[in-house]
């Protein structure tokens, strides 16, 4: 049997590789590529009829046929994977609907190569869209979430050892500081994918008098691409979308990460509903926060998908290539679809997370975070060296640990006494100076203009991370109306052209 696809191959694709490659893949993508698909075949076929490169009869019965198979859904085009890929197996179709001669004219001016570039544009950025739109919804409810708890001290951690006081509200600012950089990584990468390739053809253009600014403006592209060659091998922009929502999840994966310690039962300053739970299936007195682990373990898929991207274009020639432009995605789409899916449970894990203020605010008072501040007092108060107040206060600590007392009852006869061992001369400061300096909650009140947790600071910060929530959303907004114009005109004009 000779190829269903080609004159110059003898030989069909064998049934090895019908059944093992083509087969799979066929399967996979087809219905989730054809309303893109339809859309490009809207644009080139609008194009090639306003540029007088096919007739009217030809460019109403080939829009009739992509009309029809769009309605009809993916169904109703046997999938035959002797035809090698998608696209064949779609042009079969049309070529069965509307006859040979006509059929046979659709792919007029183009290649799968410009075309599956555009495919893949196409699909990138409404799914860059769709994460974009995430981002805004976690970022608000995090905005949202930080004012509400915006004094709720707590301690923080370095190393995970307790450090200096913080609040929780502030510590939420700090995941949509994180946030907000993940935006706009992702707002830049989606420049770079909102470009038309359609007209590159296969590697050099094409002789046939295209408008590649109208395919452009039909599908909402906001430029057009200016090397050929470039335009059909690379997927960069695809690797850089991947590998922004890696990073994304990385910062949600963090989140995740002090959410499940400070959830467990030994640290006890975060609590979650039931409804965000698992149990055990032995253990009656389990309430495992699974969903934290799940959003610690998408950053690592996530990563994965990246990778094998990554790994898969390396080393592959500057061209249309397989390996390079399709295979090396095989997880990209999961990939970006998790990242969707992972924004959501992000969003309902921060807007159920429940500080626990009376357990914050007393490990904050007990646990020697607001040493510190004992050392900066005695540089203002003292006039000693930091370095010495610091080895100092070290030693305070120490012995107060050595004696089983806590932060909070440091207090001036122990500073004497320390100092006396510790310089050879006692200081004396006065008990409401060392007591307000072993206050968490004056303590964070304290850290002003440095983008610490006082309340000054958090109001900056709010007001700051609100307006660039704002100006991000609507500059969604605005790409979505622009491809919803694109996508009326040519539906009106498409449907028009097929006579419907």
Known sequence: MSSKVSGLLAEATAPSLQENLVGPSLRREFPAVLPIMTAINEAHILMLRECGIIDAETAAGLARAVVRIADEGP?????????????????????????????????????????KAAQDRLRARALALRVLDGLVVLRATLLRRAALH???????????????????????????????????????????????????????????????????????????????QDAVASRDFLVELIGDCAMLANTWGRMAQDFFVMSSYEFGTLRFPDSVAGTSSMMPQKKNLVVLESLKGRAATILGAHVAAFVGVKGTNFTNVVDGCRDAFRWAWDALDDTIRGLAIADTVVDAAEPVPERMLALARTNFSTATDLADGLVRE???????????????????????????????????????????????????????????????????????????????????????????????????????????????????????
């Open 382 to 500: 003292a006039g000693l060296p930091f370095r010495e107040a610091h080895h100092l206060v070290g030693a305070i600590v120490r012995t107060a640990m050595d004696r089983g007392l806590t932060a909070d009852r440091i207090d001036a006869a122990l500073v004497a006494e320390e100092s006396r061992r510790m310089l050879g001369r006692a200081i004396h400061l006065d008990a409401d100076v060392i007591a307000r300096i072993v206050d968490p909650v004056a303590v964070a009140e304290e850290r002003r203009g440095t983008g610490g947790p006082s309340r000054a600071d958090i109001a900056a910060m709010q007001a700051e991370l609100g307006a660039r929530l704002a100006a991000d959303g609507a500059e969604i907004a605005a790409h979505r109306a622009r491809i919803a114009a694109a996508d009326a005109e040519r539906h009106s004009r498409f449907r028009a052209l097929a006579g419907l």
């Open 75 to 115: 169904d109703s085009v046997p999938l035959d994977a002797a035809r090698e890929d998608t696209y064949f197996n779609y042009e079969a179709r049309i070529i069965e609907l509307s006859g040979a001669d006509i059929g046979g004219r659709s792919h007029i001016a183009r290649s799968r190569n410009d075309l």
């Open 150 to 228: 915006a004094a709720v001290v707590m301690p923080g951690y370095t190393h995970l050892q307790p450090a200096q006081p913080i609040t929780f509200g502030w510590y939420l600012l700090g995941i949509a500081h994180a946030l907000e950089r993940d935006h706009r990584r992702l707002a830049e990468c989606f420049a770079r994918i909102d470009v038309n390739p359609l007209g590159t053809g296969a590697i050099a253009g094409t002789s046939f008098p295209v408008d590649r600014a109208l395919t452009a403006r039909l599908l909402g592209f906001a430029a057009v691409s200016g090397h050929a």
